[in-house]
């Protein structure tokens, strides 16, 4: 079991930056794929970026170059720096883990939100 608890949410305006950051709760850490979702009123989930260690990350297309996500394996933590922030990134940011291998990502933070203004 994993239990995983967001911070750092907020609102801030166009072209402005935030960072969420996730702490996790298992002993297990450094085997766990780590994952940033999002979601806007009206949209499905979708994934925004997903780290297992340094070397291997992913990014979503719409958030390429503007997003980084980083892990701390001494803390238990992964943060999502956002920079030149848009208001189609407006949405409740979710952070999510799930074993290495495995497809599904089973364990989910309660969400934070973000607001950003035009």
């Known amino acids: 079991q994993v239990q995983l608890v967001e911070s750092g949410g907020g609102l801030v305006q166009e072209g402005g930056s935030l960072r969420l950051s996730c702490s996790a709760s298992t002993r297990s850490f450094s085997l766990y794929t780590l994952a940033w979702f999002r979601q806007a009123p009206g949209n499905e989930r979708e994934i925004v970026a997903a780290?297992?260690?340094?070397?291997?990350?992913f990014y979503a297309d719409p958030v390429k170059g503007r997003f980084t996500v980083s892990r701390d394996f001494a803390k238990n933590t992964v943060d999502l720096q956002m920079n030149n922030l848009k208001p189609e990134d407006t949405a409740i940011y979710y952070c999510?883990?799930?074993?290495?291998?495995?497809?599904?990502?089973?364990?989910w933070g309660q969400g934070t939100q973000v607001t950003v203004s035009s």
């Open positions: 999510a883990a799930k074993f290495r291998g495995n497809q599904d990502y089973p364990y």
């Open positions: 780290i297992y260690t340094a070397s291997s990350t």
